[in-house]
């Protein structure tokens, strides 16, 4: 009998870039080393189907007040790049209960992107886009970008937007 969506599908996902993480290692991140706040703002610049969020959501619902957890909801964000996977992200959030307010289909390391971010967040969570070819045109990257493709822009986009 399956136990996540992965067990079902597998992860068909990674031929068009797409990476699921398992729900286990979203479990362990979140749970044992992020262990965000209620007060706290997080991001998820790769969200896919939402598996991140869904966690925060549950961790601080389990460690705070119902009035905190509620304010923590609106305390997310993320970006997707795939347009097709913003419709399944929308209803898995909404399934539990989550703000799409926050949400947005962009890339994630475009300079835009990157300069509505830096320093904003108190944890960074995600899955980097490991399966994304990117065609790098070095005018979409602020400059400490330009040396670097695909996760390496990934990590320095996650260590640009925590606050300092």
């Not at 209620?38 to 991140?52: H, I, K, N, R």
């Not at 898995?92 to 967040?121: A, K, Y």
Request: glycine share 6%; charged share 20%; with cysteine.
């Amino acid at each position: 009998m399956p136990i996540d969506k992965e067990d079902e599908v597998g992860n068909q996902g990674k031929n068009t870039g797409q990476y699921f993480t398992p729900r286990p290692v979203i479990g362990f991140i979140v749970e044992s080393l992020v262990k965000p706040k209620a007060t706290e703002l997080c991001y998820d610049s790769s969200c896919g189907t939402g598996g991140f969020f869904h966690y925060l959501n549950k961790y601080v619902h389990s460690n705070s007040s119902a009035k905190a957890h509620e304010k923590f909801k609106s305390n997310m964000y993320g970006n997707d790049k795939t347009p097709e996977i913003m419709k399944p992200l929308y209803i898995n959030l909404f399934l539990h209960g989550i703000p799409v307010d926050n949400i947005t289909n962009r890339n994630s390391v475009s300079q835009t992107n990157c300069w509505e971010q830096f320093e904003r967040f108190d944890c960074v969570v995600g899955n980097p886009p490991f399966g994304m070819s990117i065609k790098s045109d070095p005018q979409d990257y602020v400059n400490e970008f330009n040396k670097c493709k695909n996760c390496n822009n990934w990590l320095r986009l996650c260590w640009l937007a925590i606050s300092r």
